[in-house]
């Protein structure tokens, strides 16, 4: 079986594949304290990744190749993520005394039950969670699957960039790690808090939701910083990478920030009002204790207040290494600069210390 929840050795590269960017991280620990040691981010033609599916993999490989060699890592091992849309979750009960290999003759029997997709063209994995609430003697076993060809593209990009697969694993699992990092930070009086961590990417907006720091809600919808990026292009002529460049260095003309900067920040306030009302519709829930944003667009300045403003809820920009140490080869204020947009990096390179 896939390694969906794979088991570590050595030291793992957290590798983000997004449709913009590759991002690499790579972390150490020292007693309780965790150090990035590298880290680097590599933007990518237009089109190399499509809606979270790689399409080249040969650039995805060439931007991986130039993402390590930039960030100076000796590891040759990463952790890779698919999106939680591709895959297949479902919670399953098992008998408490059966090993892994009994487990995994028994799924590899019964996966048709459970997976809508013929069994040949589908990667499968399973972990069991813990004892099963309606019967003692049983166990839940959490199934994931999804379909081949996703996982075999992640591989062969990895592989074309020098490194191995070592773990597969789900944005949502990867980003539910590194929100651990930030329960310290929020300091939340409930016992058990619910928190809207909302990633706003390129082209993807997902919101999870965490109770207790356990992912219970899930959403994707399509809306990024890429639509930034193209009204800069479209008003002020300039391509894809001066675009880019300039919304993150600066130097655009006067009317920049009215024109244009306002009506992207009014519109991903209000994606993030819709998400939670799309969560609250469909949940036992009414209200969450705070708002977390990541991703790239929770650098934009004052979005955080905004989106405070609009739904009325604490807002905070995610970052997971504010408790951390620092190598001396990482620079430390591209680092804080990028660190919302880390979070599935920084969650698959916790993979390191499972």
């Known amino acids: 079986m896939l390694g969906l929840f794979g088991k570590k050795s050595a030291s793992l590269l957290g590798i983000d594949i997004s449709s913009t960017s590759v991002k690499l991280l790579e972390l150490s620990r020292s007693g309780d304290r ?5 880290y ?86 399973f972990e069991v ?22 996982v075999e593209m992640r591989e062969d990009a990895l592989e074309i960039g020098g490194l191995a697969a070592k773990v597969v694993d789900v944005e949502a699992y990867a980003m539910e790690r590194a929100f651990g990092l930030l329960a310290s930070q929020l300091a939340l009086d409930a016992d058990t808090p619910v928190v809207a961590v909302v990633d706003i990417g390129a082209t993807m907006t997902t919101l999870s939701v965490m109770v207790d720091g356990k992912t219970i809600y899930t959403r994707e919808q399509l809306f990024g910083g890429k639509q930034l990026t193209e009204e800069i292009q479209r008003r002020y002529g300039l391509s894809v990478e001066e675009a880019g460049l300039a919304k993150k260095q600066g130097g655009l003309p006067d009317d920049y ?23 609250f519709s469909s949940s036992q829930y009414n209200e969450v204790d705070c708002v977390v944003l990541a991703g790239g667009t929770a650098s934009v300045a004052g979005i955080a207040e905004q989106v405070q403003d609009k739904v009325g809820t604490p807002t905070f920009i995610a970052n997971p290494f504010a408790d951390m140490a620092i190598s ?27």
Not at 34 to 38: D, F, W
Not at 259 to 267: D, G
Not at 329 to 343: Q, T, W
């Open 257 to 279: 920030q009215q024109e244009v900067l306002a009506p992207f920040k009014e519109a991903a306030v209000l994606q993030v009002s819709r998400a939670l009302q799309f969560f």
């Open 129 to 150: 969670v813990g004892e099963s609430a309606q019967n003692p003697e049983m166990v839940d076993v959490l199934l994931a699957a999804c379909r081949k060809e996703n």
């Open 34 to 38: 965790y150090k990035v040691e590298s």
């Open 328 to 354: 001396s080869k990482v620079n430390a204020s591209a680092l804080s600069n990028d660190s919302p947009s880390l979070m599935i990096a920084c969650g698959l390179a916790l993979r390191s210390f499972d």
């Open 40 to 125: 680097g981010v590599e933007p990518l033609p237009p089109s190399a990744v499509v809606e979270k599916n790689i399409v080249d993999p040969e650039a995805v490989g060439d931007a991986i190749a130039k993402v390590v060699a930039k960030s100076r890592s000796g590891s040759k091992l990463a952790a890779v993520a698919v999106a939680g849309s591709a895959v297949i979750t479902k919670t399953i009960q098992m008998a408490s005394g059966m090993s892994d290999q009994e487990m995994e003759s028994q799924i590899s029997v019964e996966a048709d039950q459970y997976i809508p997709y013929p069994l040949d063209e589908v990667a499968i994995d």
